[in-house]
């Protein structure tokens, strides 16, 4: 539901309201001290204005973090970021009117509007939530919370002290969480040795996040692709997806932690789209094929076809079950 998202939250409103007005940038302590708040505050904000692309970032200055704010970007609407996006979040109430003329006319103009100021859209920052939800939703309750402030790190650029189950002690900077043999693992390198490490979620006994305060990633982005592209290759649980989409325009293809890896879209004699790509299949990538199994069709290999229709049936009867 749209009434559950942060930006109802006036304290929460209040925040993303300063970031906005931020010239420059700003000692990110001056910030918890003028809004007299927690940093953890300042972390949820920052990790929702993440999904966003509107020029506020946390960066280090030296060992000092500050928040940058770039040359503003706004809306061709005459209106700032937070304004607009307090507009969009009315679009459901709209609805109420959608007879009226009025309401034609306005819609017709914000859709332009939208369609104009890619990177700016509350409902598609919405549903990246909402994929993390999915993502979390077979976890136990103790680890979906891991997860989610794992998550929150990556968009803040934070440090996670963990305890691991065994009574190991690391400081890490994360990079990415992913599936392996079917189960969640986080990527990230070790701060005192600064090299790659990964390791199931479920060996997570514990986490705190904190600011960096001085630390600078080891690995860039390319270089964890190709290292989660070595571990699927060693284990040999990567397999190229072959898929035809019915409907394109209505398909969201990303999903949080499936590592999807050299996407090809083609189209075929008939003219039907077919879409390709390098996965991992496990339940939680069935049930990812599930949520849009109307808008495409499994066309190879065939072990993940008959996996998946064998995964349908039992959606079925579980279905059949509740419903008696």
Known sequence: ?????????DGFWKILKYLEDIEGQKDAREVINDLDIEEKDLIEALTFLGHFDVGISLEMEGVKPVIVREDKRPIVFKLSFCEWMALQAHFPL????KDKEFHKT????LSVIESENEGSSFFEAMESWKLLKSATASCSEAQGEIVEEIEKSFHAKLILDIKLNK?????LYPHRIVYFDGQLNLIGEETGDRCLVYFPISDIQSLDSKMNTGYLPNFSRLEIHDFISAIRTVSGSEERLVM???DIDD??????HHFITNPYVTSNSKGEVIWAANVEACDNFFEWLYSIENFVEVL?????????DEFKALKEVKKFKKAG
Request: proline letters at 5%.
């Open 1 to 9: 539901m749209v009434e559950d998202s942060p930006i109802f939250n």
């Open 94 to 97: 709209f609805d109420k009117h």
């Open 106 to 109: 306005l819609s017709k103009r």
């Open 167 to 171: 009574g190991t002690l690391l400081e």
């Open 244 to 246: 035809k989409i019915t």
């Open 251 to 256: 398909l969201n293809l990303d999903e949080a």
């Open 300 to 308: 190879d290999p065939l072990t993940i076809k008959e996996d998946f």
